[in-house]
């Protein structure tokens, strides 16, 4: 079985500011990660996935991520945070061969002027 | 290319009362699944299916029924509602796991918002 937790279920930045949000995950099998944003009553957008090859994935709006095997993490950052990343963000988990996906609790991100 | 698409947006029930949310996907995935969402506790799955004719529980089925007739529909079913199914409501669709090496991602609708009364 496969399983996210994310440290932190809200985070405040000031813009401009680096953001980070944390994702550690738990699978018998290498996994697929992933990185989803959500907007206020809107479904849920990829940010950016890992599946295999290189460890630091870039996704979309200047966010990136880098999993690390050895600590089970797929930390979420951006160097500078603006006003429009102000969002919920969920980190999945999907083992290959597997379709079924599990989310974490879901950071909100919150950014000041 | 419309994506998942679900209906209604947003829907107040009696307890008691029964539904079926609506769900469709145009990008001919066979996996498709749906989830709640509530505050503090993620996405939840409640449903999932595989292909055509082919349904299985997710960590939350009770309360819930679906069926997949096409590849394209996969309708959630709340035969009895009770104010604990007050939630916001997921569709997703994303290529089999057979076919590793596509799109590993699951695609969402816009979300059903329900209250139960």
């Known amino acids: 079985a496969q399983s996210v937790t994310q440290l932190g279920s809200h985070v405040s930045v000031s813009e401009g500011a680096l953001v980070l949000l944390r994702c550690n995950y738990s699978?018998?099998?290498?996994?697929?990660l992933f990185w989803y944003v959500q907007y206020p009553n809107q479904g849920l957008q990829l940010l950016l996935k890992y599946t295999t090859g290189a460890t630091l994935v870039k996704g979309i709006n200047g966010f990136e991520a880098e999993f690390k095997k050895s600590e089970t993490s797929f930390h979420l950052t951006k160097p500078s945070a603006h006003m429009s990343d102000a969002a919920e963000y969920f980190c999945?988990?999907?083992?290959?061969?597997?379709?079924?996906?599990?989310f974490g609790a879901g950071t909100r991100l919150t950014v000041k002027p | 290319n419309a994506g998942v698409t679900q209906t209604p947006k947003f829907q107040v029930l009696k307890t008691g009362q029964s539904m079926t949310l609506q769900c469709a996907q145009d990008?001919?995935?066979?996996?498709m699944s749906w989830y709640r969402q509530d505050p503090g506790m993620g996405l939840r799955l409640i449903h999932y299916?595989?292909?055509?004719?082919?349904?299985d529980q997710g960590e939350v089925p009770n309360g819930y029924n679906v069926s997949r007739s096409t590849t394209e529909d996969f309708p959630l079913r709340l035969l009895s509602a009770a104010p604990s199914q007050t939630s916001v409501y997921f569709c997703?669709?994303?290529?089999?796991?057979?076919?590793?090496?596509?799109?590993?991602?699951?695609?969402f609708g816009q979300g059903t918002r329900l209250t139960v009364v």
């Open positions: 990008m001919n995935h066979e996996y």
């Open positions: 999945a988990v999907r083992r290959a061969g597997n379709n079924d996906m599990r």
């Open positions: 299916s595989v292909g055509a004719g082919i349904t």
């Open positions: 699978s018998s099998v290498p996994p697929y």
């Open positions: 997703a669709s994303s290529y089999s796991s057979n076919w590793e090496g596509k799109n590993t991602e699951a695609f």
